[in-house]
């Protein structure tokens, strides 16, 4: 089957750095999103992956490993307004994407 | 503003009523995308479009029916609305069906099923 593994949940402070992990398995890979969802509203795309190695995008990065089937998000200077899910996807052999059920993201002073 | 309109924003429904949630994007993006999200859950594709006038089943197709008359439009209806389909549906396009284009949301609708 196809499976998206994103931890739960994650506290970190701010101006702090945290990088949230997602491993995958599915039928064929044709690339990795991140999303961002603030609590009750839509979520948003952050970042796409399809070869190996660091996407840099002003305080937030994606790094991709095709061999291990894991992806993290490394957001850096942490603010408040970073509070939110982040969720990841995956494209499978079909072009659908496959989604993690999320990892909250808690920001403490 | 572009973007995707969805309409109702929530909505309370009785068991066995038939629905139907509204979707319009003026991107003119030629996918379009339905998912229900559910606490503890990913995303779940319930059906997807990607060009006007054709539609496929997604992962939970079940008890759900799309249309897609234009490429603007994909209205999504609960023939026969169960408990079970409580949940959040959000409505999404991308340019192309094609994997490396990101996808844009709606704010979704709160559909509650007693």
């Known amino acids: 089957g196809q499976n998206i593994d994103q931890p739960t949940e994650m506290t970190a402070t701010e101006g702090a750095i945290v990088q949230i992990n997602c491993t995958y398995q599915t039928s064929g890979f044709n690339g990795l999103f991140w999303y961002q969802q603030h609590a009750g509203e839509a979520p948003t795309f952050l970042s796409y992956?399809?070869l190996d190695g660091l996407e840099e995008k002003g305080r937030f990065s994606s790094f991709l490993s095709r061999s291990k089937g894991y992806s993290y998000l490394l957001l850096k200077e942490l603010q408040m307004k970073d509070s939110a899910s982040y969720l990841c996807?995956?494209?499978?052999?079909?072009?659908?994407?496959?989604w993690g059920a999320g990892t909250k993201l808690i920001i403490k002073p | 503003i572009a973007g995707i309109t969805q309409a109702p924003t929530s909505q309370i429904l009785a068991a066995g009523r038939r629905m139907t949630l509204r979707c319009t994007q003026d991107m003119r993006h030629n996918a379009m995308y339905w998912y229900r999200q559910d606490l503890g859950l990913g995303l779940r594709l319930i059906h997807y479009s990607n060009t006007a006038g054709t539609t496929g089943k997604g992962e939970v197709p079940d008890g759900y029916s799309v249309s897609r008359a234009n490429t603007d439009d994909f209205p999504l209806t609960l023939a026969s609305a169960v408990p079970s389909q409580t949940s959040v549906y959000f409505c999404?396009?991308?340019?192309?069906?094609?994997?490396?284009?990101?996808?844009?949301f709606g704010d979704g609708t709160r559909l509650s099923i007693l």
């Open positions: 996807a995956v494209a499978d052999s079909n072009y659908q994407l496959i």
């Open positions: 999404a396009s991308s340019d192309t069906g094609d994997s490396n284009q990101p996808q844009h």
């Open positions: 992956n399809v």
